[in-house]
């Protein structure tokens, strides 16, 4: 079956300090995978989209980047992290071989605090 | 443009009591859409999708709905609140063309004992 993993779990921050979040997605080949930021009282935002290896999305101009260096990884990252960074990032995945495209199936999420 | 509409930010009922949750939704086209579930500082968990297969959609944890399309509603129900379900829940719909999903605003439900 598959399997959507996320770390760190939690992670505190100073403003101006880089990122580095993983997803990583089990048992599954060529998955769409997203990222979603989930700010207190503001919905699930999507962030960033990815249908294949190096093949990469924005959906908000921001500070943030997103990369995809093998199938089943996706990476957000950020040079200098703002204060407005913190959120709860969610990964995700949809559209492997057997399952319809339109389902999405979420990880564990991040909580990034920025201080 | 599909968009959905979650009509109370929070729902409060007690044990054993029924619970629902009102969503209506937006679409040019037969949709697909969903419920999702989060608990607390969780990812989120797919409840139940509908696909135009069936207008009662059964899902995971005694969750139900009932696509409506006279009434262009989505409402997500169960007959008996547990504590366990204290929760957000999400109505999402899916855009048909890009397969990126819509969320709801969310609607908070808490369970008194």
Same mark, same amino acid.
């Given at each position: ?56 999305? +924005?959906?908000? =101009? ?6 995809? $260096?093998?199938? %089943?990884?996706?990476? &957000? ?19 492997? +071989?057997?399952? =319809? ?6 990880? $564990?999420?991040? %909580?990034?605090?920025? &201080? | ?113």
């Amino acid at each position: 079956s598959q399997t959507i993993h996320q770390w760190p779990a939690t992670l505190v921050q100073p403003v101006g300090s880089p990122l580095s979040l993983e997803c990583t997605v089990e048992g599954t080949s060529n998955p769409n995978l997203y990222w979603y930021r989930q700010a207190a009282g503001r919905g699930l935002q999507l962030l960033f989209y990815s249908v294949g290896i190096g093949q990469i999305s +924005s959906e908000v =101009p921001q500070n943030l980047s997103a990369s995809r $260096p093998q199938d %089943r990884q996706f990476i &957000l990252s950020s040079k200098k992290l703002l204060l407005s960074d913190s959120g709860f990032y969610l990964c995700a995945w949809s559209g492997d +071989s057997l399952l =319809p495209a339109d389902t999405q199936y979420f990880g $564990p999420g991040t %909580r990034l605090t920025v &201080l | 443009a599909q968009s959905v509409t979650q009509l109370d930010s929070h729902v409060s009922v007690s044990e054993g009591t029924p619970v629902l949750l009102r969503c209506n939704y937006s679409s040019s086209y037969s949709p697909s859409l969903f419920w999702y579930v989060q608990h607390p500082n969780k990812g989120l968990q797919l409840l139940l999708k509908y696909t135009s297969a069936a207008t009662l959609v059964k899902g995971i944890n005694g969750f139900e709905a009932e696509f409506k399309k006279s009434e262009t509603s989505f409402h997500l129900t169960k007959p008996s609140a547990h504590m366990s379900d204290a929760a957000e829940y999400f109505c999402v719909v899916s855009d048909g063309a890009t397969n990126k999903l819509i969320f709801g605003t969310g609607t908070l439900l808490a369970v008194q004992p």
